[in-house]
């Protein structure tokens, strides 16, 4: 009885430790950005309305927006938009597009037919700006604050549960009574 | 006849999955040659070595997504640009963090990672010691030389 004590013991620690590990795992697949708390890695891209005009983040410093990264070929942006128009619509805070690796006349088309909750959208043709921002699979969406700095990220469609409990609660007070 | 049928079928699949895998490299993901041949290993290792962040099970070198080719193209850009191995490896660290990596950094929250191999060694050795501690104390008694039987063996089988 003794011999098998301990290995019995050393067996069940070992169980709980796994136990815990796969409990406490976080949502499998969602890789936590080294971004957050950093500033926004800077671009000035091409807008989708005027290629000659640019998207910059040096003109959105001083306010807090939302950076949703999308392409058309992408599935899970057309089961998001929905929810992009209702974030629009509480006019809480401005949503930038990053248009990832698309064609611009299938972006404007998309646009024109579901509606374009964006106030601007930047084209990243290379990919260079989403690689920039961590970024390895559309959608995806940085909560970037007025200092110009990330606060939070988000993998996946937004929905209204993340919407609500994530975004509008990082906001200062004043743009989240608005919504 | 049926027989040799299923035969057949089984040694065609078999000479076309052995050719799939001798073949493997002629269409290889990656095309890419850099013009320097030093420069060209440091990319194959450093590509080897960094995970595809789509795929997650695929190093970048193995990966046919999209993005594995953007970061591979980056990869090759730092070090055309002369940055080191450790430079180009944290410059993907800052993008995408820890997990781009397939060999953790040494760090408080890898320490277990690196350090429980180690440890386990160090338990099994001290049982293995245990063990033979203590078979060495039931043997220490017999103290004839080993090989020579006792002289009277061969008479006590007769």
């Not at chain 1, 409990?165 to 608005?178: C, D, F, Q, S, V």
Request: charged letters at 20%; hydrophobic letters at 45%.
């Amino acid at each position: 009885m003794n011999r098998f004590a301990l290995p019995m013991a050393v067996f069940a620690a070992l169980v709980v430790v796994l136990a815990i590990g796969i409990r406490h795992s976080p949502q499998k697949g969602i890789i936590l950005s080294p971004l957050i708390g950093k500033p926004a890695p800077p671009f000035s891209l091409p807008s989708l309305d005027d290629p000659a005009h640019a998207v910059a983040t040096q003109d959105l410093k001083g306010r807090w927006y939302l950076l949703n990264v999308w392409g058309t070929w992408c599935v899970e942006c057309r089961a998001e938009h929905q929810m992009l128009l209702e974030a629009r619509d509480t006019h809480a805070l401005p949503l930038i597009g990053l248009d990832w690796k698309d064609d611009d006349a299938r972006a404007r088309e998309w646009l024109a037919q579901l509606g374009n909750p964006y106030e601007a959208v930047a084209l990243d043709h290379s990919g260079n700006t989403a690689v920039d921002y961590g970024v390895y699979g559309a959608p995806e969406t940085f909560l970037i604050n007025d200092q110009g700095v990330v606060v939070y990220k988000y993998v996946g469609p937004l929905t209204r549960e993340v919407w609500a409990k994530e975004i509008l609660p990082r906001l200062p007070a004043h743009a989240a009574a608005r919504s | 006849m049926r027989q040799r049928t299923i035969r057949l079928t089984t040694l065609v699949s078999a000479i076309a999955l052995a050719t799939a895998l001798l073949t493997t490299r002629a269409w290889a993901v990656d095309p890419t040659e850099l013009p320097d041949a030093r420069l060209q290993a440091r990319y194959l290792a450093l590509t080897h070595e960094l995970r595809c962040m789509q795929c997650q099970n695929e190093t970048l070198a193995d990966s046919p997504v999209d993005l594995a080719a953007d970061l591979r193209r980056e990869v090759r850009e730092l070090l055309l640009q002369g940055k080191s191995d450790d430079e180009v490896r944290a410059w993907m660290v800052a993008r995408y963090g820890d997990f781009i990596l397939f060999r953790p950094r040494f760090s408080a929250r890898t320490a277990w990672l690196w350090l429980a191999p180690g440890v386990a060694l160090l338990i099994g050795l001290g049982v293995c010691w245990r063990i033979v501690r203590g078979r060495t104390a039931l043997v220490d008694a017999d103290s004839d030389p080993v090989g020579e039987d006792p002289p009277q063996a061969p008479d006590a089988r007769g």
